[in-house]
């Protein structure tokens, strides 16, 4: 086989370049190709008029859930989730606990009645969950919608439809 050099060789070599390069991108269109996902864009905010600190804060994000300890209050951070309305481990979630490290069931309704924290997760400057609580901890999920105009998002939410005749 002949060695080719570029400045002199501009025959052979120089078809072999052309017919390998068009080989490999009309091999690499045919290949499959994966339909592009771009992450959603979520915030979380956990705020109130009463409690500086909250004691945990859990968020999930696309690389799983994370815990931060002592945050203060308000708090607020925007992550990429894969879906905003999942309800399943690639959605967003939210928890923040604002109970004592030293608990029983009689400090923790004495202690914390009164003392609300709100919880909310907002996709496009809408709010897809939100949830206020005086009992020491508050959950927002994407796929379980919660607002005030609702009383429960458990009894409320697509997960679990409302029952006729169920009175919570």
């Known amino acids: 086989m002949p060695r080719c050099v570029p400045a002199v060789a501009l025959g052979g070599c120089t078809r072999r370049i052309h017919f ?3 080989f490999i991108v009309g091999i690499s269109a045919l290949a499959p190709s994966q339909a ?10 956990v705020f109130s008029d009463i409690v500086p600190i909250a004691t945990g804060i ?6 799983g859930k994370h815990l931060l300890q002592s945050v203060p209050l308000p708090f607020r951070m925007t992550v990429a989730v894969s879906d905003a309305f999942s309800s399943t481990n690639v959605g967003p979630e939210l928890r923040a606990d604002w109970r004592p490290y030293f608990r029983t069931g009689a400090t923790v309704g004495r202690g914390l009645d009164g003392q609300y924290v709100t919880v909310r997760i907002t996709f496009r400057d809408k709010i897809i969950c939100e949830s206020r609580l005086d009992v020491g901890n508050a959950t927002c999920y994407g796929g379980v919608p919660h607002n005030p105009e609702t009383s429960s ?16």
């Open 20 to 22: 390998l390069a068009s």
């Open 36 to 45: 592009a996902h771009a992450d959603d864009s979520v915030t979380y905010d």
């Open 58 to 63: 859990e968020y999930r994000d696309v690389s």
């Open 153 to 168: 998002s458990y009894d409320h939410g697509p997960l679990f439809p409302e029952q006729p005749g169920f009175l919570p």
